[in-house]
């Protein structure tokens, strides 16, 4: 059977995300960000043409990084302002039947017993809806909102990260016994204290004692997703993630990022399957090519290359305002650096990568312009090597979303590339097919499923 892609909108709730300068188009409802309005439509185009999932990225601080300022990122709206993306997750349940809402979260910015406790929430209020983008915060900025004097190391974030999953993996998975909730109104007893547990979580940030406020909602665990493309990064999807959203710039890049993890993953115990991969895309339709390239060149004239620039480099912790854009990034010792350059490498084997082919691949590699067949094509393309899902992002909103949902998806179905219909259950169940609404045995999570015996328990 040909395995279908998962289509995802990759959104933000700000007035400019991906590609700058655009929120300026007049067939745009970027700049009515704050208006719930923009997002209930946007999410019933996407319930409409059969999308998989919501996926909202997120920011934590203001960086003064762009020629020694934050100027431009107020300016040009660059991930500023930028509104909660879980509150506006709850928002859109109600608008929404089927669609995935991915949002993302900072170990930086919520306690896990507080961050448990909202995942949880929505995981009820939307019947098992919800996925978690784990982020460690890679801004200076944001490092400072949070009592921090400058950024953690790169890598100590990820041991940070393994220890703030952990405690939250002991909260949904070992609190509460499948059974443990009785509702006996004859009785007079809601649930079994043998049955509910103390997690009592030590380690070197947090004592947890617990149990979880939350009874298990219908995942336990909401999707987890990740998107950290460094070596240290890399290790945590394998071990921890479901999905993982990759920037890779040709299917042969992706393909050496998707075999890279999927072989740690085994390592870790798990299956190549475990974990699903979704690329960043775009796309420019046309019913000609010659249209498709015209409607590419007229977003062009909207889209500020400087305010790229500042996006790449907030997200690198690289002032490229102040650098020589045509150096190689080699000669940068920034460990900011490590990711991203990391995908164009791997696209681009032997190149020497300058940090103009950083800035340079943000606004056109991820882009493919096209009729709908050709289009289709080079998914094809990019499904061979390995990916699992796109997250579209968007040049305007709603309208990039309704065209791609009109004009590409019919083809996409017509292939096989693209799901006709909802599966049933939850979003866990949706994505991976023929699989249950938990976490498999083989996840880390898993081992907290019998945290102690009941009988040693204490009354709660």
Known sequence: MTKRLIFNAFAMNSPSHVYHGVWRHPQTRQTEFNDLSTWVE????????????????????????????????????????????????????????????????????????????????????????????????????????????????????????????????????????????????????????????????????????????????????????????????????????????????????????????????????????????????????????????????????????????AHVGRDLDVDFGLLDPDRPVADFNIQGLQGFARFVEEANPGKVVRLRDLTTAMSYNGRIVGTPETIADRLEDWRAAGIDGVNVAYQRTPSAFIEFAEHVMPELRRRGLAQEDYADGTLREKLFAGRGARLTERHPAARFRKLSAPVAEPAL
């Open 42 to 309: 946007l999410v019933r185009v996407l319930e409409k043409g059969r999308f998989d999932g919501l996926f909202l990225a997120d920011v934590m601080g203001l960086d003064e990084i762009h020629r020694g300022t934050s100027d431009i990122y107020v300016e040009q709206a660059i991930h500023f302002p930028a509104n909660d993306p879980a509150i506006l997750s709850a928002a859109l349940i109600g608008a929404t039947e089927h669609l995935g809402l991915m949002f993302t979260s900072s170990i930086l910015q919520s306690h896990p017993f507080e961050f448990a406790r909202r995942a949880s929430t929505l995981d009820h209020l939307s019947k098992g809806r919800v996925g978690w983008n784990i982020v460690t915060s890679t801004s200076r900025a944001a490092a400072r909102n949070f009592d921090f004097d400058d950024r953690v190391p790169h890598d100590e974030r990820y041991r940070w990260a393994e220890e703030y999953v952990e405690a939250a993996y002991k909260l949904w998975e070992g609190s509460w016994e499948d059974d443990a909730v009785l509702a006996d109104k004859a009785r007079g007893v809601y649930a079994d204290p043998r049955k509910v547990h103390r997690i009592n979580h030590r380690s070197e940030r947090y004592r947890i004692d617990g149990p979880h406020l939350c009874v298990p909602s219908p995942q336990r665990t909401p999707l987890l997703i990740q998107a950290g493309s460094s070596v240290a990064g890399r290790r945590f999807a394998a071990r921890n993630a479901e999905a993982t959203f990759i920037v890779s710039l040709t299917p042969d890049g992706a393909r050496v990022a998707v075999d890279d993890i999927r072989r740690q993953a085994v390592a870790f115990g798990r299956d190549p399957s475990d974990i699903l991969f979704f690329q960043g895309l775009s796309f420019v339709i046309g019913s000609t090519e010659e249209e498709a390239w015209r409607k590419s060149r007229e977003l062009d004239d909207y889209i500020d290359t400087d305010a790229l620039a």
